[in-house]
């Protein structure tokens, strides 16, 4: 079993141990209920024959059709699938979205393929998933796919089915039926929870914060901390790390990324490496990069205050043991991220029903969503008397038991 799988399989299993969920839910929540595993012969540009493995995981559906991503990456296996409509599955619930969790890609290296061939693997992996639609399964974008591909997915879909239903596939452009506000929603998500949590745990404005990632998520996060006040004093990506007491001036870096795709070379920051920057003075660290990133071999060095999780798992289970002696709280993955899970199920709304929303009433619903799913987390936390991330786990659990029940399954 892959780590991520073990790490999300351990905290279904630490959750489930509170007793509080029945255990015939837990016996069915152990194993995703649907896998399909697939290949597509392709013939490359140049004539040469290759085949290629594909997936496609619904977990769990009690609370609604599967939906998310799809990941295009080399290193792609079944049990990553399997454990990322896991965590779709929860994410879902622990933000009251009427979908289940689902989860698909291709063990390809795109940057291996032409636009091209890009194209017709996209395409023929659409033809391939047995097509079920807006209520069926809503396959959305993740690493190694994006807007582009997400529209010939949606056009393929139509082409077959000789219908228009936009609700079909998520995140893609908005001139094909896709929402406003879906690009900035899970760094918009990251910062509304962490202000909440700001407040809960003394932190004023002003106060310095060390972002590590700035991609999608990272990147807007730092824009909306910087236009509050706060001071970004330490930030990183795949290039290295920045640091400046001041604070960095974000909107100038975020130029001279959109330029350099880097912000290796920055001149306004003093250069510091990634481990460096994790162990930074702060009060706030965010995690908005990759996983395993804080480990029992470096949870000791951490001096943030608060850290919130805009990555999905970046602290080990040794680390967060570790981060838990020392009293430091976690703003937990499924919780801070869930933001473009959000903007996703608007996005399907908007498209089942043709009225397209303004990008203020996008943002002030997921605001509202996002803020009510952290307060049920720590009340359920206050109450168990565990970690946010079980709180958070814990209450998934009971409404995704509650659906089960609804429906007669148990
Ligand atoms: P991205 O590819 O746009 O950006 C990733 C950033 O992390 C880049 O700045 C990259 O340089 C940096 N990075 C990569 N490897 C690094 C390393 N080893 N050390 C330091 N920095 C490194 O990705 P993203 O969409 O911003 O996603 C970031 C994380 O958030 C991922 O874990 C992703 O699964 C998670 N996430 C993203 C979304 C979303 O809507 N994009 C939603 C939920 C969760």
Known sequence: MNPMYRAAQNNLE???????????????????????EFTIPFRRDNGTFQLYEAYRVHYNDALGPPSDGTRFVPTLDIDEVKALALLMTIKHAVAGIPAGGGKGGIKVDTGDLSTWELERLTRSYMRNLLLKGPNGDIPGADIGTSYRTQAWMLDEYEQITMVHSPAAVNDKPFLLGGSLGGEEATGLGVYYVAREAFEDHSIQEGSSVVIQGFGQVGSHLASYLYQKGYRVIGLSDISGGLYSSRGLPIPTLKEYVKEREVIEGFEGGKSLTNEEILSLDCDVLFLAAVQDVITEENARHIKASLIVEGANGPITPGGERILKEREIPIIPDILANVGGAIVCQYERAQGMSGYYWREERVHSSLKEQILTAYERAQIMANEVGCSLRLGAWIGALKRIEEAVMLRGWI
């Open 14 to 36: 630490e959750a489930g141990r509170r007793g509080m969920v029945d255990r015939r839910v837990m016996k069915l929540l152990s194993r995703p209920r649907r896998v399909y």
